[in-house]
Nanobody
Framework: VQLQAFGGGLVQPGDSLRLACAAS????????VGWFRQAPGKEREFVAA????????FYKDSVKGRFTISRDNAKNTVYLQMNSLKPEDTAAYYC???????????????????WGQGTEVTVSS
């Protein structure tokens, strides 16, 4: 599985962005997908994840109510809708796919099998 993340950009606080993670491969629907981010000088952190059938989603506490993860398996794409963006959301955002993730491992980047390149999100006035 090859992943490509895009949709980042420079926005002002309070604005919205939608990131997309496009995947190659006919088995994408069998993978759970997560979004992670890494700000300069900080460690990578979990942001959101969605199970392979889209039936369950998971979020970092600080993005709950502002971010929504969704997937369209027919298009091999997972989206991260980000609303009410804050300067602390500034980071490189990465998507990742994992084949055999259980609920308890969805937030652990080490459990994912494939990673896309990052897309930069900058929230600044």
């Amino acid at each position: 599985v090859q992943l490509q993340a895009f949709g980042g950009g420079l926005v002002q606080p309070g604005d919205s962005l939608r990131l997309a993670c496009a995947a190659s491969g006919r088995t994408f629907s069998t993978y759970s997908v997560g979004w992670f981010r890494q700000a300069p000088g900080k460690e990578r952190e979990f942001v959101a994840a969605i199970k392979r059938n889209g039936g369950a989603t998971f979020y970092k506490d600080s993005v709950k109510g502002r971010f929504t993860i969704s997937r369209d398996n027919a298009k091999n794409t997972v989206y991260l809708q980000m609303n009410s963006l804050k300067p602390e959301d500034t980071a490189a955002y990465y998507c990742a796919a994992g084949k055999s993730l259980i609920t308890g491992s969805m937030t652990d980047g080490n459990q994912y099998d494939y990673w896309g390149q990052g897309t930069e999100v900058t929230v600044s006035s």
